[in-house]
């Protein structure tokens, strides 16, 4: 139990739609990233959030987009979905202190399914 | 740019057997590595880091890793399997220096532990 939580757990959504991930950070956690798992993959780094700053982000296109909010909670946006968005999207906070090996803890994820 | 190559997609082995799972990286620079183990349905759970601080890296539930520079790897090994350890298992490097959190995983090894 990583106090990470997400909603929904599962989602299905069709080609075109657009669709909003939640996650709730561990209280004090001041980042939180996000990331792809498509099947058989290992997880993909979207971007992360520090502060409610984006503070680096991956090989994602702009219609992948992210809040973070004061109450330790964030969202991933995803507009105009296309079928290869399907995945399970993970979330995963930490408290930085500057150092890179800050344990993050993972939340479960939500299984996004677009037909 | 740094990455990480995981030999075997699959691992089978008796229960009580030793467990190997391999991991090699590729860096530039000093590397932060990771284990990290994902159980059906569940998010992902820190096994073990590497930090630099020693080369041999002991982790939960009885799993160890070794960073060898010579060799560039990082493979995570237990003595004895239990039925329990059946998951998949993910190596990671952190991207970039001084890239908090923002990891780059494998492709994942899944554990079978037969009876």
């Known amino acids: 139990e990583t106090g990470v939580t997400q909603s929904p757990t599962h989602l299905i959504k069709t080609r075109g739609q657009q669709v909003t991930l939640r996650c709730s950070s561990q209280?004090?956690?001041?980042?939180v990233s996000w990331y792809q798992q498509a099947l058989g993959q290992g997880p993909q780094f979207i971007f992360q959030y520090y502060r409610e700053e984006e503070n680096g982000r991956g090989n994602f296109p702009p219609r992948f987009s992210g809040l973070q909010f004061p109450n330790y909670s964030s969202e991933l946006n995803v507009n105009a979905l296309e079928l290869d968005d399907s995945a399970l999207y993970l979330c995963?906070?930490?408290?930085?202190?500057?150092?890179?090996?800050?344990?993050?803890?993972f939340g479960p994820g939500t299984r996004l399914t677009v037909l | 740019a740094q990455s990480v190559t995981q030999l075997g997609s699959h691992v089978s082995v008796s229960e009580g057997a030793l467990v190997l799972l391999r991991c090699n990286y590729s860096?530039?620079?000093?590397?932060?590595l990771f284990w990290y183990v994902q159980y059906p349905n569940q998010g992902l759970q820190l096994l073990l880091k590497?930090?630099?601080?020693?080369?041999l890296v002991k982790g939960i539930n009885g799993f160890e890793a070794e960073f060898k520079k010579s060799e560039t790897s990082f493979h995570l090994t237990k003595p004895s399997a239990h039925m329990s350890d059946a998951a998949e298992y993910f190596c990671a490097v952190i991207l970039g220096s001084g890239n908090t959190g923002k990891l780059i995983f494998g492709q994942g090894t899944t554990l079978q532990v037969k009876p």
């Open positions: 209280s004090g956690h001041n980042t």
């Open positions: 590497y930090t630099s601080a020693a080369t």
């Open positions: 995963a906070s930490s408290w930085t202190s500057g150092a890179p090996t800050d344990t993050q803890y």
């Open positions: 860096s530039s620079v000093p590397p932060y």
